[in-house]
């Protein structure tokens, strides 16, 4: 597989991407941007028409906000953003509002199991990092969130879905934790280090989780007891992504790649621009990575 590179129309702070209803799709930080395409290359967005005869649907969010995740799950979009911001989009392009229960530092959705589940972080602005948050939301549909509490307050970063349910794991801590439906949740401290886990995915009966500013990285059949595992150089490791028998993790500060075909072992690629990549997806036979205050994406088919 060869890395190539697509074009989107607004240097935009691209901070999450995903795939689903056969598009990908990517929101925007401090914007009320956000972008989908058929295929990764060719992308479109933020325009709400064009003189006859020609027309592009709309892609614009409802809001400005700080747009922090995005996820497809029950034949839906739906992104968040810090506060209590929430949409949601069936093909991508259109946009509705909703709202979630409080107004947190939201940084992560999945879905899975028939949930959506959101995790976050409070934010010490005194000291200028996060702090313990227990407040999290979950729902079958992003119209109507309903909140719960984690069983611990830590910075939550990122919640995935795998075979064994629900995983969330922090910044700054060896914490994990564990849920089924989303709404109950037990948390261990397993992970191989205290790290600022910055990505996390699941795929070939593995959650797997990358950090930021290390070459670490690690993997776990059941979300509780974890391994570590080396990244081929130390980097701003910001996402990981699974698919066709491959783990992919971006990282921000250049054009580091890591990939696995177990999420044991990883092997350097170099990605087709030097750019700071913040998420990956998987669709359509291919990856898709976004980046932050430029129009380049990468795809790796």
């Known amino acids: 597989m060869t890395w190539t590179t697509g074009t989107i129309n607004t240097p935009d702070s691209w901070n999450s991407i995903a795939y689903g209803n056969g598009v990908f799709v990517t929101v925007a930080n401090i914007s009320s941007n ?41 034949g839906k979009f739906s992104a968040i953003a810090t506060n209590a911001y ?25 879905y899975g199991n028939n949930y959506f589940v959101v995790v976050g972080s409070g934010f010490n602005t005194k000291m ?31 919640v995935v879905c795998g075979n064994h349910g629900f995983v969330a794991v922090t910044s700054n801590s060896n914490a994990s934790s564990t849920s089924t439906h989303g709404a109950s949740w037990i948390t261990t401290y397993n992970m191989p280090a205290n790290q600022n886990w910055t990505g996390l995915t699941y795929g070939s009966n593995k959650y797997v989780a990358v950090a930021a500013n290390s070459n670490v990285a690690a993997y776990s059949t059941d ?15 910001t996402s990981v992504a ?4 491959t783990f992919i993790s971006v ?28 998420a990956i997806t998987f669709g ?10 430029t129009t380049v994406v990468a795809v790796r088919v």
Do not use: C
């Open 34 to 74: 956000s972008s989908y395409s058929s295929d990764g290359i060719t992308w479109y967005q933020g325009v709400t028409e064009y003189a006859s005869p020609s027309r592009f649907l709309t892609s614009i969010l409802p809001v400005k906000a700080y747009w922090q995740s995005i996820a497809y799950g029950n």
């Open 86 to 110: 929430s949409a949601f989009s069936i093909d991508g392009k259109n946009w509705s509002f909703s709202s979630l229960p409080n107004p947190k530092n939201w940084q992560s959705i999945t």
């Open 128 to 158: 200028g990092y996060p702090y313990g948050n227990r407040v999290m939301a979950f729902t079958p549909d992003p119209h109507d969130w309903a909140n719960s509490v984690m069983d611990v307050g830590l910075p939550w970063t990122e």
């Open 223 to 237: 979300g509780v007891n974890w391994t570590a595992t080396s990244l081929p150089s130390a980097s701003q490791w």
């Open 242 to 245: 699974y698919g066709n028998g």
């Open 251 to 278: 990282a921000y500060n250049g054009a580091n790649a890591a990939v696995s075909s177990d999420g044991i072992t990883w092997h350097s690629e170099t990605m087709p621009a030097t750019q700071p990549w913040t």
């Open 284 to 293: 359509q036979d291919r990856f898709v990575a976004v980046a932050s205050n």
